[in-house]
């Protein structure tokens, strides 16, 4: 459930070819620490956030990451 959110293969060239790779060798998830972030975060700070992700990532973050996402969806707002 928890991973980074898949791109199309039309936006790789949005990326540095490292990036993309180590990007899509994680499996991907419905949600993630960028989904957690306001709706107008910009490009560069939702892949802070997926970078973020792939190092850190533990049971315990994957649990506070699926814990935030119920109480966001709950509350019904995008912040």
Known sequence: LVGVRPDTPVQESDYDPAFWVS?????????GPAQLLPNDITFAQRNAQDTWWTEHY???NYALILLRTFAKVARRNSY
Not at 23 to 31: F, V
Request: charged share 35%; hydrophobic share 15%; aromatic share 0%.
């Open 23 to 31: 990007r899509h060798t994680e499996r991907p998830g419905l949600t």
């Open 58 to 60: 533990n049971v315990r």
